[in-house]
C-alpha cells in the first residue's frame, strides 16, 4: 500500500461531493485490507475461545471436584482416625506409633496436593472454603489471551504456570487451531509491520513537504523585503535631496529678502538728509 499515491484522475466534470466520494472510497480500499484481517484474526481468537471453553471447561470442574473430594477425604480419614485413638482408652499407643500414623497421612496428603496445584484446578482459597465456586482457568474472557501465546503451547506441558488442554479432544484441537492460527497470526503481524512502515514513510515525506514548503515561503518573504529595500532606498535619498535642496533655496531667498530691506532702509536715510537740507 502506498499512501502517497496520487490515485486514478478525476474528471473536470465531475463534482465536489462525486470527486471527496472517490477519495474516500480510495482510501477505504486502501486501509480496509489491513484492518480485515486484524479482525479476522481477533474472530478466529474468539472461536477457537468458544471452542476451548466448551471443552476444557467442564473437565476443569470433573478435576477440581475430584482434587478436592481426594484431599478432604484424607482429611477426613486423619480425624476419624486420631478421634478413634482418642476414645479407646484400654489400646493406647506409644509416641513412635503416633507420629508414624501422622507421616503416613501427612505424605499422601502433600502429594494429592502437589498433584492438585500442579494441574492448576484448586487453589488454597478452595481448600480453605473461601470461595463459591469461582477460580475457573477456562474462562471465556481468559481464553483469548491465551491463544494468542498459543506457539509456545506445543511445547508445554501441564504445570509450570502454563493453561494447556488436558483432554486427548482439547489437544486435538490445540493442534488443529495452531495449524492455522499460527500462518495467521505471522500474516498479520507482517500486514501491520509493512503498514506502520509505510505509514511512518508517509509521515516523513509529508514533514519533507511541509518542511520544503517553509523553506520557500521564507525565501520568497526574504526577497520580498530584499526588493522592497532596495525600491525604499532611491526614494530616501531623492526626499534627502530634495530636502537640501529645499533647505538652501529657502536660506537664499531668506538672504535676499534681508538685503532688500538693508538697501531700502538706507534709501529712506539719504532721502531724510536731503530734505533736511
Not at 16 to 37: C, Q
Not at 54 to 74: C, H, K, M, S
Request: glycine share 6%; hydrophobic share 40%; proline share 4%.
Amino acid at each position: 500500500m502506498d499512501l502517497t499515491a496520487s490515485g486514478p484522475p478525476i474528471s473536470d466534470d465531475e463534482t465536489d461531493l462525486e470527486t471527496r466520494d472517490r477519495k474516500y472510497i480510495i482510501y477505504a480500499k486502501r486501509i480496509l485490507p489491513h484492518v480485515g484481517l486484524v479482525c479476522l484474526l481477533f474472530a478466529y481468537l474468539l472461536i477457537g475461545a468458544t471452542i476451548f471453553h466448551a471443552i476444557e471447561g467442564p473437565n476443569e470442574l470433573v478435576q477440581r471436584d475430584y482434587e478436592l473430594r481426594t484431599i478432604f477425604g484424607l482429611r477426613d480419614d486423619f480425624q476419624d482416625h486420631i478421634w478413634n485413638i482418642t476414645q479407646d482408652v484400654d489400646n493406647r499407643i506409644s509416641r513412635e506409633a503416633f507420629n508414624s500414623i501422622n507421616q503416613e497421612y501427612f505424605e499422601q496428603l502433600v502429594k494429592n496436593i502437589f498433584v492438585s496445584y500442579r494441574n492448576q484446578f484448586i487453589n488454597e482459597n478452595h481448600l480453605l472454603n473461601k470461595t463459591r465456586g469461582g477460580g475457573l482457568l477456562w474462562t471465556y474472557p481468559n481464553n483469548p489471551f491465551k491463544k494468542v501465546s498459543l506457539p509456545d503451547h506445543l511445547n508445554e506441558f501441564p504445570g509450570y504456570g502454563n493453561l494447556v488442554p488436558t483432554t486427548t479432544s482439547g489437544r486435538v484441537a490445540c493442534i488443529i487451531f495452531a495449524l492455522f492460527g499460527i500462518p495467521l497470526l505471522l500474516v498479520t503481524i507482517a500486514d501491520i509491520g509493512k503498514f506502520l512502515s509505510e505509514f511512518l514513510s508517509f509521515l516523513y515525506k509529508s514533514y519533507r513537504a511541509f518542511k520544503r514548503k517553509v523553506s520557500s515561503l521564507k525565501n520568497i518573504f526574504g526577497l520580498f523585503f530584499f526588493f522592497r529595500s532596495c525600491m525604499c532606498l532611491p526614494t530616501y535619498y531623492l526626499q534627502e535631496a530634495l530636502a537640501t535642496i529645499t533647505l538652501n533655496f529657502s536660506n537664499k531667498v531668506i538672504g535676499l529678502t534681508v538685503d532688500i530691506s538693508v538697501d531700502r532702509e538706507s534709501e529712506k536715510q539719504l532721502i531724510r538728509c536731503g530734505e533736511a537740507c
